[in-house]
């Protein structure tokens, strides 16, 4: 669904929050369903989401809502009845004593935006000759995410991915600006000296086509987080003029640090810049990296909710046992000591462990109402996307994703699963036409060729699916599940002892190593081999694979879904479904 403006509402925004669309023209959606909302409770909706993040008290919705001096218990049954009507309840917190509170975070869109807050894209830093190579873009990265935990925000930072992905393509600060529609662009080159490193950043203006001004920041080496804080203080002062206003966590470098904490940071950092290129060697370099840096500094708790997210990742893969990655998110969940104070970006992968290891879906709710605050990021979002999929729920998928999309345009992953969600809708004419738009922008992205293999494999484009699976297990040989993509279209082609071979390859690995053999049932129905298929998915669900449930919406099993087992697969999400209504009001 589209979520730009209409003809007629062009002079107000919309918002997106925590899994909700308020259209311009009042209309609220999730996914694609409309709910609808009495005036009064369409009034306080507006008038939360205007204030998002700050108490609004009785006595200003009386003034704003009701006429009526004796408008107290409306209020407290208007805001009963908006908390029923959202999912999850917590989105609306009560303050005792005070009012209430919009507690998810609020994305407006549309043409005509209020400019209130300016846009702003910071560009990976260039590293120069003798400074490692993650540290420019890991400095740019930190500080990004400081500037979005600063309260009060001073700027409305560009999606992370896609700015970082038009950076390595070579556009340029101004034109990347214009693609993503920022009013400002940060750029700077980091230089190391004996003792110091020294960042200079240049500010653009893209409406003025023109640089606004340059800085140097000068910190010690022994402070490496200091660079950071340094920056964050800068754009404070030049975008806010208020003085310095940073966030808790952006203090955290002002002291020296320790040596064992600085050798744990830098671990952090190089661990960043390793495990995001989606290369399993990078990955395992990337996991030893956050390993020691969670043993030289268990405080360190970015190292945990990095960890996390890197298992997870891997897990989707197929580059790690789920078993590991659920005791691995369990234990980093253990060690925080305050989530939703120190740790809430992990709260996304605990539900998603709660779910598909645990076969716990109020427990997985739970998880993800306590995170639905929490913006858009590539991990939050991943976990959102797989949990509605997962549970066969492809309008509110496809709708959060394609909500993402607007925040977060050339995120390649984004695009290869719009295709992939619109191919188990069913929706032929979307998923090919999502599937074509991920291959001209990202040609090169594993995420995107896998799920183009398959797509294109069951549409009847059997040649092209093949050479885009053959070349991607050829380029990267221990990505399995390119290797069942491969086998269905060879299977699709008619090519059926090619499809074999193929498939008592990957058997063969897996006597050795983990390999993720979901995908499998789909070449082996190709191959009129259902009992295979159905041993398979058996296999899926007993490691706990994340794509099962996905997998058993996949229009490619078909032919299965008569069968007596397949539907009891089908069973085990019926009866999680069941086990938490009383759980989710429904």
């Known amino acids: 669904m589209d979520c730009g403006t209409t003809p007629g509402d062009s002079q107000r925004p919309g918002y997106l929050f925590a899994g909700f669309r308020l259209a311009p023209d009042d209309n609220l959606y999730r996914g694609t369903t409309r709910i609808d909302l009495a005036p009064a409770e369409l009034a306080a909706l507006r008038l939360l989401i205007e204030n998002a993040g700050a108490v609004v008290t009785p006595r200003v919705l009386k003034q704003r809502i009701w006429d009526s001096a004796s408008a107290g218990r409306a209020i407290a049954d208007c805001i009963e009845s908006l908390r ?130 340059v800085e140097d920041l000068l910190v010690q080496r022994s402070r490496m987080a200091g660079l950071e804080t340094e920056l964050v203080n800068l754009l404070t002062f030049r975008l806010s003029g208020a003085g310095l206003s940073i ?81 691995t998110v369990r234990r980093a969940v253990a060690a925080i000591p305050d989530i939703p104070a120190q740790g809430e970006n992990i709260l996304p992968a605990l539900g998603w462990v709660r779910f598909h290891c645990d076969h716990d879906l ?26 509605a999929l997962s549970r066969h729920r492809f309008a509110e998928a496809i709708e959060l994703i394609r909500s993402a999309l607007h925040i977060d345009p050339w995120a390649a992953w984004l695009h290869g699963r719009l295709g992939w969600a619109c191919h188990l809708a069913g929706d032929t004419a979307a998923s090919l036409e999502a599937i074509e738009t991920a291959l001209i922008r990202f040609p090169d992205h594993e995420g995107v060729l896998s799920c183009a293999a398959a797509i294109l494999a069951y549409y009847g484009q059997t040649a092209r699916a093949i050479d885009i699976a053959s070349g991607l297990t050829q380029r990267l040989p221990y990505f399995d599940v390119a290797g069942s993509h491969h086998a269905y279209a060879l299977a699709r082609a008619g090519r059926a002892d090619e499809a074999r071979s193929v498939l008592e390859r990957l058997q063969w690995l897996s006597r050795g190593r983990y390999v993720l053999n979901t995908f499998s049932a789909a070449a082996y129905v190709a191959l009129g081999e259902m009992d295979m298929a159905l041993a398979e998915l058996r296999t899926a669900e007993k490691i706990r694979c994340p794509w099962f449930f996905q997998t058993l919406a996949d229009p490619r099993l078909e032919p299965l879904r008569s069968h007596p087992e397949f539907q009891s697969m089908l069973n085990i999400l019926a009866s999680m479904e069941s086990a938490a209504e009383p759980a989710t009001d429904r």
């Open 84 to 213: 029923k009507r959202l999912e999850p309840e917590d989105c609306i917190e009560t303050v005792y004593k005070r009012g209430y509170r919009l507690a998810a975070v609020v994305h407006p869109y549309g043409a005509h935006l209020s400019k209130a807050l300016p846009r702003l894209a910071i560009l990976p830093f260039t590293s120069e000759e003798d400074v490692p190579e993650y540290l420019g873009p890991a400095v740019a990265e930190e500080t990004i995410g400081r500037l979005n935990a600063a309260r009060p925000q001073i700027v409305s930072l560009a999606a992370v991915e896609s700015v970082f992905v038009l950076a390595r393509r070579g556009v340029s600060p101004l034109d990347l600006g214009r693609t993503l529609n920022a009013d400002l662009v940060l750029s700077g080159i980091l230089r190391v000296h004996l003792l110091h490193y020294r960042l200079r950043v240049e500010l653009f203006s893209v409406a003025q086509a023109r640089p606004l001004w």
């Open 247 to 327: 966030s808790a966590s952006a203090a955290s470098g002002e002291q020296e640090e320790q040596p064992r904490q600085r050798d744990a940071y830098g671990m952090l950092q190089r661990a960043r810049f390793e495990w995001r290129t989606l290369e399993r060697h990078r990955m395992q370099d990337g996991m030893r990296h956050l390993l020691r840096a969670t043993e030289l500094d268990p405080s360190l708790v970015a190292a945990r909710v990095d960890l996390v997210n890197l298992c997870i990742t891997e897990a989707f893969y197929g580059f790690m046992p789920p078993s590991v990655a659920c005791d």
């Open 362 to 387: 109020p427990g997985a709710l739970h998880s993800f109402a306590l995170s639905a605050h929490l913006p858009h990021d590539s991990f939050v979002t991943l976990s959102r996307s797989m949990l």
